[in-house]
């Protein structure tokens, strides 16, 4: 069976039971998790995640008129949605605002889409730090190409979605998600410099060597201001040194100039600064390791990652903390190389590589620590490093 033979087979079949014939496209785009590098895709640095083996899919068919029907079967709803201009962001609403979004930009660079029907599914995780909004707007991007025969360069579609997500949804997200979303390939990393687009893919096809998803199945209530925060404390971090993004900050620049950042009476602004000026560096050495098969230097700078995430970006949680501290005490002779969190922060999931040998022992020993711990069923995942966003059908 291919790799999304079971939810390609459920899309259609709910298509053909909602709109009564065969869809003439069928599009994938997959979700993604980052091995290393967080928060640093808005302060111009470094990236490096890889697309998982977790998807959102879209059946569709065109139709005379000038809207979109779209069906989702996730949230059980439908929505009529705009395919041609002016599309005003206020009139989009819930998930929705992601599939508008990402049709008014793509009609902004040129990919003008008929009316159609569509219907969405999707296996990636809502809420775990699995981008599965940015695998919506690709998709849809994608989609919009397929309809129209007009396709643009993948770095402009993911950056039409990023702009979607801005505009449309209100979340000042940076460019890392829609990038490998769009631009992943099999058995590889994504090495991303967030501030000129160039892409480096770096082999992950060690047979021996899986990526775990462990979704803590938490997601802290929060105020929604939390990552705007985060990002203008390193806006100003920046501002107060003298340079455009932290990206321009080196570790000796950083220690130099700690009193300017102590200077208002606290330490904040120096912690946050030093993560993401340290995790540029961490996820540079991680490329270099994973190019060398170092998979033990690779492991230490994933918790090393970790634990600036949990102490100077403070967007950790409890229930994380505990999955990573289990990943560690399984350890290297129990198979796991690595861990830590993955996403935004404040609850979703963790990112491991783990041998393949000891996978069935170290997610039967994680999920049944974190139940004694937490009192919450743990769910988890092995994947691959999979292709970026593809049209599996066309008429």
């Not at 025969?149 to 940076?174: N, R, S, W, Y």
Request: proline fraction near 4%.
């Amino acid at each position: 069976m291919g790799l999304y033979d079971s939810l390609q087979d459920e899309t259609i079949s709910e298509y053909k039971q909602i709109y009564g014939r065969e869809p003439e496209f069928l599009i994938q785009a997959p979700g993604r998790v980052n091995l290393i590098g967080e928060h640093t895709d808005y302060n111009d640095g470094f990236v490096f995640p890889l697309a998982i083996e977790r998807c959102t899919m879209i059946a569709a068919s065109r139709r005379s008129g000038k809207t979109g029907q779209v069906w989702a079967s996730l949230f059980g709803e439908s929505a009529e949605l705009a395919v041609s201009g002016p599309i005003d962001p206020k009139d989009s609403h819930g998930w929705s605002a992601y599939v508008q979004g990402a049709i008014a930009c793509m009609l902004e660079e040129g990919v003008e889409a008929p009316g159609f029907d569509a219907v969405i599914r999707a296996n990636v995780p809502l809420g775990g730090g699995l981008s599965s909004s940015a695998s919506l707007e690709v998709a849809t991007a994608t989609l919009m190409e397929a309809m129209s025969g007009t396709t643009i360069d993948p770095v402009k579609k993911a950056l039409a979605c990023q702009k979607a997500e801005h505009v449309f949804v209100g979340m000042p997200c940076g460019i890392m998600d829609q990038f490998i979303s769009a631009l992943g390939r099999r058995d590889h990393a994504l090495f991303l410099d967030c501030r000129d687009y160039s892409t480096r893919h770096v082999p992950l096809a060690d047979p021996n060597i899986v990526v775990l998803i462990t979704n803590s199945n938490v997601k802290h209530e929060l105020t929604g201001s939390e990552y705007p925060e985060r990002r203008a404390s390193c806006e100003k971090a920046a501002a107060l040194l003298g340079v455009a993004k932290l990206r321009d900050v080196s570790s000796d620049m950083l220690q130099a100039s700690r009193d300017v950042l102590l200077a208002g009476g606290s330490d904040l602004l120096y912690r946050r600064a030093r993560h993401v000026v340290e995790e540029d560096t961490r996820t540079q050495r991680t490329a270099d390791a994973l190019v060398n098969s170092d998979w033990t230097t690779a492991g230490q700078l994933m918790y090393a990652s970790h634990e600036s995430m949990k102490n100077d970006f403070e967007i950790s949680c409890p229930e994380i903390d505990a999955l990573v501290d289990i990943a560690q005490s399984i350890g290297l002779d129990g198979g796991v190389l690595g861990s830590r969190m993955t996403g935004g922060g404040f609850g979703g999931c963790t990112v491991s590589l783990v041998r393949l040998e000891a996978l069935d022992d170290v997610i039967s020993k994680m999920t049944r620590d974190y139940k004694e711990r937490t009192g919450i069923e743990a769910t988890a995942f092995a994947t691959r490093a999979a292709d970026g966003a593809g049209v599996l059908r066309l008429p």
